[in-house]
């Protein structure tokens, strides 16, 4: 696994690294990346790609029991992702009967996995705390805001996780940006590079051609 190929992905919006791998033709396109109900909670930061660190948590399931917390564990996983080289895209599905109203992260827990390696946070349920993530600086995916966390139940760590139809292992890269998410799988991630730089010099051929004032659409449909 070339590191940095998969690092200079973040020059890339996500719809070009999108057709790099599309490019490859290893995976079906319908498949592999979020749609409406995540969308970037923080978009004046721009674009993140990282190694997936995974947990599953339900916070909305009704009761008084006090459950224990992975949240060290999931930090440590964080840490020994960190080793790679790559920065950290964090991955908690949201579980339990209103899983878009559980509250994955606030600003504390956040704090946390900025020093444990993360770039990025990605859920299919919410956050809390939004001015305070985002003056630590961790861009966040999700589905939105809510203010409270409800009870923390941790499911487990480390497991393949769901978001918004995406299908993510443990190890796994993300890229995302205001138009969403996608898994890249990551025996083919630094190959993605040469693909989306392909993508990018074609479509600048393209619309140069389509803007040029000697550009004839009819002829064009005639072809």
């Known amino acids: 696994m070339n590191i940095d190929n998969i690092k200079r992905l973040i020059d890339f919006d996500t719809p070009t690294v ?20 995540v969308r970037a909670l923080m978009p004046e930061m721009g674009a993140r790609v990282g190694i997936a660190v995974t947990a599953r948590m339900d916070t909305t399931t009704a009761g008084v029991d006090d459950p224990p917390s992975l949240f060290k ?10 080793r790679t080289g790559l920065p950290v895209f964090a991955v908690m599905e949201s579980v339990g009967p209103r899983p878009r109203h559980t509250v994955t ?10 020093l444990a390696g ?34 923390l139940r941790w499911l487990d760590v480390n ?6 139809g995406m299908l993510v292992h ?15 799988p990551p025996g083919v991630a630094d190959q993605v590079l040469e693909k989306a730089n392909e993508v990018r ?6 619309f140069a051609q389509w803007r040029s004032p000697n550009f004839d659409i009819d002829a064009y ?3």
């Not at 290893?26 to 109900?37: A, E, F, H, K």
């Not at 564990?73 to 960190?82: C, S, T």
């Not at 504390?108 to 900025?114: A, K, Q, R």
């Open 118 to 151: 993360a770039t990025a946070f990605l859920t299919n349920g919410s956050i809390r705390d939004i001015d305070g993530v985002r003056g630590i600086g961790l861009p966040c995916w999700g589905a939105g805001v809510s203010p409270m966390h409800g009870k």
């Open 170 to 184: 443990p190890g796994d890269i993300i890229h995302a940006d205001v138009n969403g998410a996608l898994m890249i």
């Open 105 to 114: 992260i606030g600003d504390g827990m956040g704090t946390m996995m900025l």
């Open 73 to 82: 564990d999931w930090i440590r996983l964080m840490r020994v992702a960190a």
């Open 201 to 206: 010099r074609r479509e600048a051929e393209m």
């Open 221 to 223: 449909l005639a072809a």
């Open 18 to 37: 999108a057709n790099g791998l599309e490019l490859l033709k290893l995976r079906d396109p319908s498949l592999g990346y979020t749609g409406p109900d």
């Open 159 to 164: 497991s393949p996780v769901v978001i918004d």
